[in-house]
Structure formats: C-alpha cells, structure tokens
C-alpha cells in the first residue's frame, strides 16, 4: 500500500472526497514529523509508539573497496507495536 491507495481508502471508508482525505493525512503526517523533531514522543495507545533516537558517529566501511570512513551522528526514530497491533497480526 502506498499513500494514493491510503487516501483512495480513508475517503471511501470516512465518505469524504481524496482531496479532503490527502489533506487529513498530511497534517497528521506534519504533526507526527513536527512532535519528533521536537524530541517528543508520541504513542498511540495499544497501537504504536513513535520515539526520537540519536544514531551516534561510528566507522564504517566502503563494501567496494575495504576503506574506513566516518559515519556521522543522526536522527532517526524507532517503532515499537502496541499490544492490540501485535495481537491483531498474530491472529489472536
């Protein structure tokens, strides 16, 4: 699935147009971008969890040629499933 598909199925199963649909998940999609960059977490209860993590500087190695380099510090974010997810995968 991708986004068109996500918005084909929000506007079918809400009853409203793609362009309202397309316009709710992004700002859903700018508010979770928004909150993680703030260093906020944000959880949805018994669905999913949504943390900010700092990726520290490490050496890495070009696979081609064998030669170190620096991989610098970033951001990144972790995804934890909620119980009710989990559960709902595994049939139960």
């Not at 996500?6 to 649909?21: A, G």
């Not at 190695?61 to 934890?80: E, L, M, Y």
Request: proline share 3%; aromatic share 6%.
């Amino acid at each position: 699935m991708n986004k068109n598909d996500l918005v084909r199925m929000l506007s079918s199963r809400l009853s409203l147009t793609q362009k309202d649909s397309i316009l709710y998940l992004n700002t859903l999609l700018d508010i979770v971008s928004e909150e993680l960059s703030e260093g906020d977490n944000i959880v949805l209860q018994g669905f999913e969890a949504f943390s900010r993590w700092e990726q520290t500087e490490r050496i890495g190695r070009n696979p081609r040629t064998g030669v170190a380099c620096p991989i610098h510090s970033r951001n990144s974010v972790k995804f934890k499933p909620g119980k009710f997810l989990l559960d709902r995968l595994n049939g139960e």
